[in-house]
């Protein structure tokens, strides 16, 4: 992974062989930042792992590809001390088709172009409502409205 340009709007590129998003949490983990909002995201992925989330559960579905990375977006936040990536993803096949949902992983088949916002204070995941974990601001820092 490179960072092809730094400060709050950091351009990242992951290369070939790489798993994302597990470089991007290991990345925030390795330079302390702890929220971001994921702008966009364009290149090739295989193997990937998406999911749909029916109101209780994940049902998941690995795509072999490679395929086209259409879109990428998201956050991160700070889940149990670590970095957790919170992904969306739509993808097209060499068929031209399009699919999308949770992002589980998956591996860099050529490039991959992340585009992030660091946010000036981290952001938290909250008490499980099931098999999810609202986002949410550190106690204290933004009232709810």
């Known amino acids: 992974m490179r960072v092809l340009n730094g400060g709050s709007f950091p351009l ?11 470089a991007l949490a290991a990345w925030c983990a390795e330079t302390g930042v702890g ?5 966009c995201g364009v290149g ?29 977006s998201g956050n991160v936040s700070m889940l149990d001390g670590k970095p957790f990536v919170h992904v969306h993803a739509v993808l097209g096949s060499h068929e ?4 999308g949902g949770h992002l589980f992983g998956g591996t860099v088949a050529v490039t991959l172009e992340v585009a992030l916002r660091i946010t000036d204070t981290p952001l938290e995941r909250g008490e ?18």
């Open 12 to 22: 990242l590129r992951f290369d070939r062989g790489e798993r994302f998003p597990e």
């Open 96 to 99: 031209f088709e399009a699919r």
């Open 44 to 72: 090739m992925m295989a193997d990937v792992e998406l999911g749909v989330y029916d109101g209780s559960a994940y049902r998941r579905r690995v795509f072999p590809g490679p395929d086209e990375v259409l879109s990428l």
């Open 35 to 39: 929220g971001a909002v994921l702008l």
């Open 128 to 145: 499980a409502q099931g098999a999810f974990r609202p986002l949410q601001a550190p106690k204290g820092d933004i009232a709810d409205t």
